[in-house]
């Protein structure tokens, strides 16, 4: 009888062997998919904070250029056909970044105080 399966432990540790780098194998290929994904998501991140960084200044310069146009005495209608904005655009954006405290140092800056 022993003759037939000489050594039971080492089969039984071979198959376990087997089976597990099958398993490892397959744990490997989750792994990578992760780490792949996880740099997508990543390098996303990063570009669409440096798009909301564009976005921020841009608004923050037509901001300021829709301020001076209506400094100028033109009304928000005018200013709105002139850059093809709608009206409420054109006040909202110049509400942007305005505070008192700038508003004043704008002043001061172009000598109209």
Request: glycine share 4%.
């Amino acid at each position: 009888m022993a003759a037939k399966n000489p050594n039971p432990r080492r089969a039984a540790q071979q198959l376990a062997r087997e089976r597990r780098l099958k398993l490892d194998a397959g744990r490997e290929a989750k792994d990578r998919r992760i780490e792949e994904a996880t740099a997508v998501a990543l390098m996303a991140l990063d570009e669409r904070e440096e798009a909301e960084r564009a976005v921020a200044a841009a608004t923050a310069e037509m901001a300021q250029a829709i301020r001076e146009l209506l400094a100028d005495d033109l009304t928000p209608e005018q200013a709105a056909d002139l850059i093809g904005m709608t009206p409420a655009e054109v006040r909202r954006l110049a509400k942007v970044g305005s505070t008192p405290e700038a508003d004043r140092s704008r002043a001061v800056a172009s000598g109209a105080e």
